[in-house]
Protein backbone atom coordinates (compact mmCIF):
# COMPACT_ATOMS: atom_id res chain seq x y z
CA UNK A 1 0.00 0.00 0.00
CA UNK A 2 1.49 3.52 -1.09
CA UNK A 3 -0.55 6.22 1.43
CA UNK A 4 0.61 8.98 3.02
CA UNK A 5 -1.26 11.67 5.00
CA UNK A 6 0.57 15.09 5.73
CA UNK A 7 0.31 18.20 7.25
CA UNK A 8 2.63 21.23 6.73
CA UNK A 9 3.23 24.63 5.30
CA UNK A 10 3.21 25.53 2.04
CA UNK A 11 6.70 27.07 1.46
CA UNK A 12 5.60 29.69 -1.52
CA UNK A 13 2.15 31.02 -3.49
CA UNK A 14 1.05 27.92 -6.01
CA UNK A 15 0.62 28.79 -9.63
CA UNK A 16 -0.98 26.59 -11.65
CA UNK A 17 0.64 25.76 -14.79
CA UNK A 18 -1.86 23.99 -17.64
CA UNK A 19 -0.23 20.69 -20.02
CA UNK A 20 -0.53 20.66 -23.43
CA UNK A 21 -3.78 19.13 -23.51
CA UNK A 22 -5.21 21.53 -21.11
CA UNK A 23 -4.89 20.06 -17.70
CA UNK A 24 -4.41 22.10 -14.32
CA UNK A 25 -1.64 21.16 -12.37
CA UNK A 26 0.00 22.80 -9.27
CA UNK A 27 3.69 21.96 -8.54
CA UNK A 28 4.82 22.98 -4.46
CA UNK A 29 6.38 22.20 -1.51
CA UNK A 30 4.83 21.39 2.18
CA UNK A 31 6.99 22.24 5.22
CA UNK A 32 6.44 19.42 7.56
CA UNK A 33 7.64 19.54 10.91
CA UNK A 34 9.80 16.39 12.58
CA UNK A 35 8.22 15.33 15.85
CA UNK A 36 12.05 16.28 17.81
CA UNK A 37 14.22 18.63 18.20
CA UNK A 38 17.94 18.95 16.88
CA UNK A 39 20.69 18.77 19.81
CA UNK A 40 20.70 22.95 19.84
CA UNK A 41 16.72 22.63 20.86
CA UNK A 42 16.02 23.82 17.12
CA UNK A 43 13.02 22.01 15.18
CA UNK A 44 13.83 20.38 12.21
CA UNK A 45 11.43 20.44 9.01
CA UNK A 46 11.11 18.15 5.82
CA UNK A 47 10.11 19.87 2.87
CA UNK A 48 8.20 17.65 -0.02
CA UNK A 49 7.28 17.68 -3.14
CA UNK A 50 4.25 17.86 -4.02
CA UNK A 51 1.84 17.63 -6.93
CA UNK A 52 -1.83 18.34 -7.61
CA UNK A 53 -3.86 17.69 -10.69
CA UNK A 54 -7.03 18.98 -11.96
CA UNK A 55 -9.68 20.34 -9.53
CA UNK A 56 -7.15 20.37 -6.56
CA UNK A 57 -4.62 22.32 -8.33
CA UNK A 58 -7.72 24.34 -9.40
CA UNK A 59 -8.48 24.38 -5.20
CA UNK A 60 -4.75 24.74 -3.94
CA UNK A 61 -3.72 27.49 -7.14
CA UNK A 62 -6.96 29.67 -5.75
CA UNK A 63 -7.35 29.10 -2.18
CA UNK A 64 -3.71 28.63 -0.55
CA UNK A 65 -1.31 30.94 -0.21
CA UNK A 66 2.46 30.73 0.88
CA UNK A 67 2.83 29.36 4.78
CA UNK A 68 -1.20 28.32 4.78
CA UNK A 69 -1.51 25.22 7.17
CA UNK A 70 -2.74 22.62 5.02
CA UNK A 71 -3.53 18.71 5.27
CA UNK A 72 -2.70 16.46 2.26
CA UNK A 73 -3.19 13.09 1.17
CA UNK A 74 -1.27 10.86 -1.80
CA UNK A 75 0.89 8.22 -2.96
CA UNK A 76 4.85 8.83 -2.99
CA UNK A 77 5.83 8.58 -6.44
CA UNK A 78 9.54 8.58 -8.31
CA UNK A 79 10.52 9.59 -11.59
CA UNK A 80 13.79 10.00 -13.64
CA UNK A 81 15.00 12.51 -15.96
CA UNK A 82 18.09 13.80 -17.96
CA UNK A 83 19.59 16.49 -16.56
CA UNK A 84 21.10 19.26 -19.49
CA UNK A 85 24.59 18.38 -18.11
CA UNK A 86 23.58 14.22 -19.10
CA UNK A 87 23.54 13.49 -16.02
CA UNK A 88 20.58 11.11 -14.50
CA UNK A 89 18.29 12.91 -11.93
CA UNK A 90 16.14 11.45 -9.46
CA UNK A 91 12.88 13.03 -7.96
CA UNK A 92 10.39 11.65 -5.04
CA UNK A 93 6.62 13.19 -5.45
CA UNK A 94 3.78 13.45 -3.46
CA UNK A 95 0.92 12.75 -6.08
CA UNK A 96 -1.97 14.43 -3.88
CA UNK A 97 -5.54 12.58 -4.08
CA UNK A 98 -7.34 15.28 -1.69
CA UNK A 99 -6.66 18.30 0.03
CA UNK A 100 -7.67 20.71 2.96
CA UNK A 101 -7.11 23.93 3.65
CA UNK A 102 -6.76 24.12 7.57
CA UNK A 103 -5.91 27.67 7.97
CA UNK A 104 -8.85 29.82 9.14
CA UNK A 105 -10.55 32.03 6.50
CA UNK A 106 -10.14 35.24 8.55
CA UNK A 107 -6.44 36.19 9.39
CA UNK A 108 -7.48 37.69 12.61
CA UNK A 109 -9.75 34.49 13.75
CA UNK A 110 -8.51 31.65 16.26
CA UNK A 111 -7.43 28.37 14.80
CA UNK A 112 -10.87 25.63 15.49
CA UNK A 113 -10.29 24.57 18.69
CA UNK A 114 -12.60 21.24 19.03
CA UNK A 115 -14.92 21.33 22.48
CA UNK A 116 -13.99 25.38 22.88
CA UNK A 117 -16.39 27.09 25.72
CA UNK A 118 -18.87 23.59 24.96
CA UNK A 119 -19.62 21.44 27.92
CA UNK A 120 -19.35 17.93 28.25
CA UNK A 121 -22.88 16.24 26.99
CA UNK A 122 -25.47 14.94 29.36
CA UNK A 123 -25.32 11.24 29.11
CA UNK A 124 -29.12 9.67 29.97
CA UNK A 125 -30.00 7.90 33.00
CA UNK A 126 -31.04 4.55 30.75
CA UNK A 127 -27.52 4.74 29.30
CA UNK A 128 -26.62 1.54 29.89
CA UNK A 129 -22.46 2.61 29.40
CA UNK A 130 -19.83 2.57 31.77
CA UNK A 131 -19.72 6.71 32.88
CA UNK A 132 -23.69 5.61 33.81
CA UNK A 133 -23.43 5.00 37.99
CA UNK A 134 -26.60 2.69 37.56
CA UNK A 135 -25.14 0.36 35.11
CA UNK A 136 -25.04 -2.68 36.26
CA UNK A 137 -27.54 -2.14 38.92
CA UNK A 138 -31.33 -3.64 38.16
CA UNK A 139 -33.13 -0.82 36.61
CA UNK A 140 -35.28 -1.45 40.44
CA UNK A 141 -32.30 -0.23 42.35
CA UNK A 142 -30.97 2.57 40.56
CA UNK A 143 -32.65 6.19 41.83
CA UNK A 144 -33.88 8.14 38.49
CA UNK A 145 -33.14 11.40 40.28
CA UNK A 146 -28.90 10.06 40.18
CA UNK A 147 -26.93 12.23 37.79
CA UNK A 148 -24.46 10.53 35.74
CA UNK A 149 -20.27 10.89 36.16
CA UNK A 150 -19.62 12.84 33.18
CA UNK A 151 -16.04 13.58 34.36
CA UNK A 152 -13.44 12.11 31.48
CA UNK A 153 -11.57 9.35 32.25
CA UNK A 154 -7.88 10.46 33.14
CA UNK A 155 -6.87 9.00 30.31
CA UNK A 156 -8.56 11.58 27.78
CA UNK A 157 -7.14 14.55 29.91
CA UNK A 158 -3.92 15.14 28.09
CA UNK A 159 -1.56 18.11 28.32
CA UNK A 160 -0.18 18.95 25.22
CA UNK A 161 2.44 21.83 24.88
CA UNK A 162 2.39 24.16 21.44
CA UNK A 163 6.33 22.88 21.43
CA UNK A 164 5.15 19.22 21.05
CA UNK A 165 3.03 19.59 17.93
CA UNK A 166 4.46 19.37 14.46
CA UNK A 167 3.35 22.81 12.99
Given at each position: ??????????????E????????????????????????????Q??????????G???????????G?????????Q??????????T????????????N??????????????????????????????????????T?????????????????VD????????
Open positions: MNKVILIGRITKDPIRYTPSGVPTVSFTLAVDRGMRDANGNRADFLNCVAWRQADFISRFIKKFLMSVEGRITRNYQGQDGQRYVTEIILDAVELQPRDPNAQPYQPNQGMQQPQYQQNYQGYNNPSHGVPYQATPTSQPDTEAPQSFNIADDDLPF
